[in-house]
Nanobody, 128 residues
Framework: QVQLVESGGGLVQSGGSLRLSCTAS????????IGWFRQAPGKEREGVSC????????YYADSVNGRFTMSRDNARKTVYLQMNSLKPEDTAVYYC?????????????????????WGQGTQVTVSS
């Protein structure tokens, strides 16, 4: 499995921005799919954004589309989630996860159980 370390969470006011980072231990991520998921208290884990490492294609949940951007830095083995125009409902623990194959991102991103490797999570809190 791939070891993942997230960082970048914190407390921000509504309308503010944060950038989350997820660094992988694996030397190459080849045909991996990387996902950002979040879980708010009392709610199920939901997919926020996914990226196909082979071609850089991305998927965003409707709730974040246009506000969040996922990107990668191959040299640093790191993926980022730039979060702009944050809302109180974005408050959650954010996790990055990987699976060693690619596929339809809109399907994969809605199936957290398809991702075998997870980071420890980072808290994002948006105050109103």
């Amino acid at each position: 499995q791939v070891q993942l370390v997230e960082s970048g969470g914190g407390l921000v006011q509504s309308g503010g921005s944060l950038r989350l980072s997820c660094t992988a231990s694996r030397a190459t991520l080849g045909y991996y799919t990387i996902g950002w998921f979040r879980q708010a208290p009392g709610k199920e884990r939901e997919g926020v954004s996914c990226l196909s490492y082979s071609d850089g294609s991305t998927y965003y949940a409707d709730s974040v589309n246009g506000r969040f951007t996922m990107s990668r830095d191959n040299a640093r083995k790191t993926v980022y989630l730039q979060m702009n125009s944050l809302k109180p409902e974005d408050t959650a623990v954010y996790y990055c996860a990987t699976r060693p194959t690619t596929g339809r991102l809109d399907q994969l991103c809605n199936e957290p159980d398809f991702f075998p490797s997870w980071g420890q999570g980072t808290q994002v809190t948006v105050s109103s």
